[in-house]
């Protein structure tokens, strides 16, 4: 099983924590570790991929290192 990765960090319009997020390859939308899509409409905050994640369930996802599809 290959190891999702989500190099990109969000913090997602009206929301305070910071997700990491990814682009999924074949729509080329982005969801976050916690699942949650993306809405590219939004006005999404996109931080450096250097960024501490701050969503519990996406820190939770990414300690896990494991897929969530
Ligand atoms: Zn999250």
Redo the contacts with the bound molecule.
């Keep these: 099983m290959p190891t999702v990765q989500y190099p990109l960090r969000v913090r997602v319009y009206g929301g305070r ?1 910071t ?2 997020a990814r682009e999924l390859p074949i729509s080329g939308g982005r969801e ?3 699942e ?1 899509f993306i809405d590219a409409e939004a006005d999404n905050h996109w931080l450096p991929g250097t960024d501490p ?1 701050t ?1 519990r ?2 820190q939770r996802a990414l300690e896990r290192g494991d897929s969530l599809i």
């Design positions: 924590n997700h990491a976050t570790a916690c949650y994640v969503c369930r996406c």
